[in-house]
């Protein structure tokens, strides 16, 4: 019982410990949420993108930029093919005249991933 008492000078270096304890275990979470966003929202890209040979559905990745002890930035992007991106996701003018509607494929797996990213933080943080 002695040990839960604490000195008046002594009271702001335990609330500190106790602060940067629960720093260390939500920047944890935090990042593992963010690969598991990252990944949704690959695997949703891949499922939805149109598809003529495949490649261009195939060429999404996620991948880590940057990563410290406290943050972690992920990246999700087509490989080889990302000139092709923006002209399947909002359409384009075709070579002999005509055009090429899009096919909304991105816009959807963000939305999804933030939602999930969302979920994940807020169950992680009341756990």
């Not at 261009?56 to 996620?62: E, I, L, M, N, R």
Request: aromatic share 4%.
């Amino acid at each position: 019982m002695a040990s839960n008492v604490v000195n008046i000078n002594e009271m702001a270096d335990v609330i500190m410990k106790g602060l940067n304890e629960y720093a260390e275990f939500a920047a944890e979470d935090m990042k593992e949420a963010v690969k598991n966003a990252s990944a949704t929202v690959r695997k949703e890209i891949k499922a939805n993108a149109p598809s003529d040979t495949g490649k261009y559905a195939k060429s999404w990745t996620a991948k880590k930029v940057r990563e410290t002890s406290q943050t972690l930035t992920m990246v999700v992007h087509s490989k080889n093919r990302y000139q092709l991106a923006h002209l399947l996701e909002h359409g384009h003018a075709l070579r002999n005249g005509g055009r090429y509607d899009g096919v909304v494929h991105i816009s959807p797996a963000e939305q999804k991933g933030i939602e999930q990213l969302k979920e994940e933080i807020k169950q992680a943080l009341k756990g």
